[in-house]
């Protein structure tokens, strides 16, 4: 028989070799790394490169109280959530999101990812295209793709390039021209996305560095670093966001607004019926049924359509007291004045708009931001319906009655009526 002493000494040390074997999978926070490690690239330089990388954890995220912070910082305030982060040639995301369950029974959603899985597997090693369940890094990899995909499109609408935009804040583009303070469409600071999957996780966020305490997703420009952030959480919104395609239309819906007010810098908005019908246009590109964002007042859903079928509303209120003409729609500067019938209406001018070519797209954005006042070598808002005024000229050779005429006419000859 062991002695007591025996027995003690033995399960000291088995608990000093539980501890090492503990401290070998910590990190010196005292957290375990080992879900740090992304499972398709390994951390490794030369996958991430072809992937797109530029970096995982740690990176520069946004500010605090006007102070550039790092996602160290942000994880410190989180606790325990676990983010994994990624950024890429324009983008830095983060995501606590969990697994995704594809569904079986939605064979439209369920190509749509095997599509997407297709791309990423192009880029990306060890990817599964017929898997059947989205683990936490396949969909932050496919978020980072989505993301930049968008941007890419958003590019070649615009007709621009890289090349286009000045590397540096205060200087003048390639062309001579005013392009704005920076690289990403004339922000000097890469786009930011932040999904979170715990509500407790986004308000905590919120309220530490952007000061803002809601139930709904946030829109935000980090005027220092030149950045423009969304950050959202699936338990928003009744748990709609919880599918992934709902939530890649939300994400979609929100990056484009951050783009276009970062396009060529951020220093004034456009009128409201451009920006949000934009955002309607790319959203739906994603899934038509599934993008249902709204904004009102500091970008808050408004509970306005349960559909996203679209076409069949806009025949339907063609000739509805409710529905406003083009002229009073291209003056409303607040997202509270739009109502079902203005977003719906929005989204199918930005459709006529779409129809008519890439050429004609990127002359109206052109002629309504990166405006100089010439007298004071500043950007200003004072211009913007007048400027939007001549880019309808200039683009699509209409005036606003003259638009509602050719809108309407091409709705009766596309749209389907039910």
Request: hydrophobic share 40%.
């Amino acid at each position: 028989m062991k002695s007591f002493m025996d027995l003690f000494i033995s399960h000291c040390l088995a608990i000093f070799v539980a501890m090492s074997l503990a401290d070998e999978g910590r990190s010196q926070g005292g957290k375990s790394d080992k879900w740090r490690i992304d499972p398709y690239t390994k951390n490794d330089p030369a996958a991430m490169e072809k992937a797109g990388y530029v970096r995982f954890h740690p990176m520069p995220f946004g500010e605090q109280a006007g102070v550039e912070v790092s996602t160290e910082k942000i994880e410190e305030e989180l606790g325990d959530a676990k983010v994994r982060w990624v950024e890429t040639a324009h983008f830095r995301i983060g995501s606590t999101l969990p697994a995704f369950l594809i569904p079986a029974s939605e064979r439209k959603i369920k190509l749509k990812i095997e599509a997407e899985l297709e791309r990423l597997a192009k880029k990306l090693p060890n990817v599964n295209t017929k898997v059947r369940r989205l683990d936490p890094w396949l969909r932050l990899h496919l978020y980072a793709m989505r993301c930049e995909e968008t941007y890419a499109k958003f590019m070649e609408r615009a007709g621009v390039t890289e090349a286009s935009f000045p590397k540096e804040p205060n200087t003048l583009a390639p062309d001579g021209k005013y392009w704005g303070q920076g690289p990403y469409l004339g922000q000097h600071g890469k786009y930011l996305v932040l999904i979170f999957e715990k509500q407790s996780d986004f308000s905590r966020y919120l309220a530490m560095f952007i000061g803002k305490q809601q139930a709904f997703a946030q829109r935000w420009n980090f005027k220092n670093v030149g950045s423009l952030i969304i950050t959202t959480s699936t338990e928003l919104e009744e748990g709609r966001l919880k599918h992934d395609t709902s939530l890649h239309c939300h994400v979609v819906w929100n990056i484009v607004h951050n783009m276009i007010s970062g396009y060529r810098f951020y220093s004034y908005d456009l009128p409201v019926w451009f920006t949000e019908g934009t955002a309607h246009w790319w959203a739906k590109e994603v899934d038509e049924e599934r993008a249902l964002d709204f904004d009102q007042n500091e970008s808050a859903r408004a509970d306005m359509l349960n559909t996203g079928i679209w076409q069949p509303k806009v025949r339907q209120w063609l000739d509805n007291k409710k529905t406003r003409p083009v002229s009073e729609i291209l003056g409303l500067r607040d997202y509270g004045q739009l109502t079902k019938y203005d977003h719906v209406k929005c989204w199918s001018l930005i459709d006529w708009m779409m129809a008519q070519g890439n050429e004609k797209w990127s002359k109206y954005i052109n002629s309504v931001k990166g405006y100089i006042d010439p007298k004071t070598g500043l950007a200003t808002a004072s211009e913007v319906l007048n400027l939007q005024r001549q880019g309808l000229r200039d683009a699509y050779d209409v005036s606003p009655p003259m638009l509602e005429e050719k809108w309407r006419a091409w709705v009766l000859e596309t749209y389907a009526e039910k």
